[in-house]
Nanobody
Framework: VQLQASGGGLVQAGDSLRLSCAASERTFSLSTMGWFRQAPGKEREFVAG????????RYVDSVKGRFTISRDNAKNTVHLQMNSLKPEDTAVYYC????????????????????WGQGTQVTVSS
């Protein structure tokens, strides 16, 4: 599965961005999808995920109520709507996939996802 992330940019605190991740193969519809992020000097962390086939979402506590993950199986795409952005959301965001029905650990780890996109930079200024 090849993944292509897009939609990052430079915004001000309180603004919104929508990230998209397009998959190259129809196996996307069989994949659990996740968004991870990595800020400078910090470890990569799970942000949000949506399982297959239930479509159940999961979020890290710091983004609950602000971010929404959704998937469009017909278009092989997963989106991350990010509202009320904060400077601490600044990071490179990566989409990832795994051919599994569940998201993985309660707080999924990157090594549970074998397929990764190239990353898109999100910068939130104060």
């Amino acid at each position: 599965v090849q993944l292509q992330a897009s939609g990052g940019g430079l915004v001000q605190a309180g603004d919104s961005l929508r990230l998209s991740c397009a998959a190259s193969e129809r196996t996307f519809s069989l994949s659990t999808m996740g968004w991870f992020r990595q800020a400078p000097g910090k470890e990569r962390e799970f942000v949000a995920g949506v399982s297959w086939p239930s479509g159940s979402p999961r979020y890290v506590d710091s983004v609950k109520g602000r971010f929404t993950i959704s998937r469009d199986n017909a278009k092989n795409t997963v989106h991350l709507q990010m509202n009320s952005l904060k400077p601490e959301d600044t990071a490179v965001y990566y989409c990832a996939a795994r051919l599994h029905r569940t998201l993985g650990s309660q707080l999924p780890r990157g090594n549970e996802y074998p397929y990764w996109g190239q990353g898109t930079q999100v910068t939130v200024s104060s």
